[in-house]
C-alpha cells in the first residue's frame, strides 16, 4: 500500500463523511492526516510494523487503528461501509467545477438526486430553483460545470496516467517475458490531457506475458484479451492497451503507436511520395521490408533528421526534419535554478529553509521564493513587515548556504486594473517579481487581455505566471487574447512562465513556439508549495520540449551571474 493510495483514501473519507453530513471536525481530522502522511520523510510499512505510527502527531489512537489495517492488509472495513452507505454519483457529482459537499447533500435529501445525469434533468426542469442556497445563477453554473465533466469525462492528467504506466512497465520488465517495453502513445508524446496509457512490448512468449499483465495487482477489468493485444481497466480507472509485437516489428510499432494520427498521417504521405509503403509493422519497397533496427532509422530512410516524440504532432516538425532544422531541445539535466516557489510565509507546506535545502539537493545553483502578494488574503499574502522579516532570513540563509544563490521575490497579485500589489518603493527592492492573477476570472476577452497588458508594461514585472490561469479537467481558461499577451511580453522583453505544476501546465504547448519565435524568453517554474513540488520542474520541461524550445530560449538554464543581469537590465 504506497503513500499515494493511501492519502487518497483518507481525502475521500473525509469528502464522504461531508457528503453525509457528519461533524466537521471528523471530517477536517481525516484530511489533516492526509496531509501529515503526505509530508511523512519515513517508511509508512516501517513505521506500522515498528508500531511508531500512532507516535506521529495528528495521528491518534482511532486513526492509527485504521492506517495500521490498510497498510497491513490493503483493505479498511471503515471506509469499505462508508463508501457503501454513499452512493457513488454522488462522489462522481464533485468533479462539477463550484459544487460542494453542502450542496450536493441538499440535492441528495432535497430532491433525491444520486447521479449527473439526474443533475442535469433536474436543472432542465428547472428544480433547483428554489432550494436553500440554489438559485438561477448557481443552476446555470452548474449546468456549465455539467458539460465540462462531460467534455473530459475518460481523459486524465499526464503525470496520474504517467506514474502508472512507469509502474506497469516496471512490472512488465519483472516478469522476465518481456524482451523489450516501451510506454507509447500520448504519454510518450508528453500531453497534459491523456485518454489511456499505451504500452508496447516485444516477447517470445507472449501468452504468457498477457497472462501476467491481466494479473498485475492494479488491474480491475479486463476488457479484452489476445496474443498480441490486451485491453484491461486500471482500479484507478484508466484504460491500458499492452501490445505485443515480433522484434523485428518493435521499432515501426513503436513509431506508429506513438501518434500523433495527424503525425502519421504527413509520414505516411511522405513514404507515398518515395514509393514506400509505411505502416505498424514496416517500411516496404514493394513486398521487400526495409530493415530498421531503430526508430531513428526510420526517419533517416525517409530522408529526415530524427523527430523527437513530442514535436510529433504535424505542426512543421516533418518540413523541419527534411531541412535539418529540428531543434535540440530542452532537457531537465539543463535547468540550473528555480524561480516561483512558496513557503509556509504564505501558503506553502515548507518553511524557507526546507525549500532552499531542497533546491540544493537537486543540484540546483539558485531559487527565487516567490510567496503571494498582500492581496492574496486567500493565501496569507505577505504584509509589508511581513515582507521584511523574510527579506531577513533570505540574508541570513545566503551566508549559511553560500553554494545557492536565493533572491528576494514575490508573486504579485496582477490587480484588476492591471496594476501590481505593493507601493513602487517596495516592489522596487524585490530581485523578481512574478505577476499573476488569482481573481476577477469572468471580465471581458478584452478586459482581461488590457489587464495583463498593463502588468506587462510595469517595468517591476519579470516574469508573467501562469498566463492563462487553466487548471486542466476543472477549469478552463480565463477568456484572453494569448497571441496578444505574447506580442506585449516580446514588445516590452518580458518573460512568459510556464507553470510545472502538473494540474496548470500553462502556458500551453500550442502557443510556446508563435512565442518563441517572436524571441520571447520562458522560465520553467515549478510553482512549488512544498519540497516535493520542487521536482515538478520536469513536467514544464516536457512542456518546453512539445513548444520546441531549447536551453537558450529558457533563462534559468543560465548561470545564475547571467540570470541576475537578465533581470536587472529588465
Partial sequence: MDKKTVVDILNEIGLLLELKGENPFKSRAYYNAARVIELLDEDLETLVKEDRLKDVKGIGEALNKKLTELITTGRMEYYEKLKESVPPGLIEMLKIPGLGPKKIKTLYE??????????????????????????????????????????????????????????????????????????????RRKKEIVKDIDILATSKEALKLMDAFVNYDGVREVIAKGETKTSVVLKSGINVDLRVVKEEEFPYALHHFTGSKEHNTAMRHRAKSMGIKMNEYGLFKG????????????????????????????????????????????????????????????????????????????????????????????????????????????????????????????????????????????????????????????????????????????????????????????????????YAVIDAAAHYGKIIEINSNPFRLDLDWRYIKYAKEKGVKFAINPDAHSVDGLEDVKYGVGIARKGWLEARDVINTYEVEEVLTILRNM
Wanted: glycine share 8%.
Fill in 287 to 482: 513486398d521487400h521490408l526495409i530493415e530498421c533496427k531503430e526508430e531513428e532509422e526510420i526517419f533517416s530512410k525517409l530522408g529526415l533528421l530524427y523527430i523527437p516524440p513530442e514535436l510529433r504532432e504535424d505542426m512543421g516538425e516533418i518540413e523541419a526534419a527534411e531541412k535539418g532544422e529540428i531543434p535540440v531541445l530542452v532537457e531537465e539535466k539543463d535547468i540550473k535554478g528555480v524561480f516561483h516557489v512558496h513557503t509556509t510565509y504564505s501558503d506553502g507546506r515548507n518553511s524557507l529553509e526546507d525549500m532552499v535545502r531542497k533546491a540544493r539537493d537537486l543540484g540546483y545553483k539558485y531559487i527565487a521564493i516567490t510567496d503571494h502578494s498582500k492581496s492574496a488574503f486567500y493565501a496569507n499574502g505577505l504584509t509589508e513587515e511581513m515582507l521584511l522579516r523574510q527579506w531577513e532570513e533570505i540574508d541570513e540563509l545566503n551566508k549559511k548556504y553560500p553554494d545557492i544563490v536565493i533572491l528576494k521575490g514575490i508573486e504579485s497579485d496582477i490587480l484588476p486594473d492591471g496594476s501590481l500589489d505593493y507601493e513602487e518603493e517596495i516592489l522596487k527592492r524585490f530581485d523578481m517579481v512574478v505577476a499573476s492573477i488569482h481573481s476577477h476570472f469572468r471580465m471581458s476577452k478584452e478586459e482581461m487581455t488590457k489587464r495583463v497588458i498593463k502588468a506587462l508594461e510595469n517595468k517591476y514585472t519579470k516574469i508573467l505566471g501562469h498566463p492563462t490561469g487553466r487548471l486542466l479537467l476543472a477549469r478552463d481558461s480565463y477568456e484572453i487574447d494569448v
Fill in 110 to 187: 432535497k430532491l433525491g438526486i444520486t447521479t449527473i445525469g439526474e443533475l442535469e434533468y433536474a436543472c432542465l426542469e428547472n428544480r433547483l430553483l428554489k432550494l436553500p442556497g440554489f438559485g438561477e445563477k448557481t443552476q446555470k453554473k452548474i449546468l456549465e460545470g455539467i458539460q465540462f465533466v462531460k467534455q473530459y469525462s475518460g481523459h486524465h492528467l499526464y503525470f496520474e496516467a504517467y506514474e502508472e504506466a512507469t509502474k506497469i512497465k516496471e512490472y512488465i520488465d519483472g516478469t522476465g517475458l518481456a524482451i523489450k517495453s516501451e510506454i507509447a502513445g500520448s504519454l
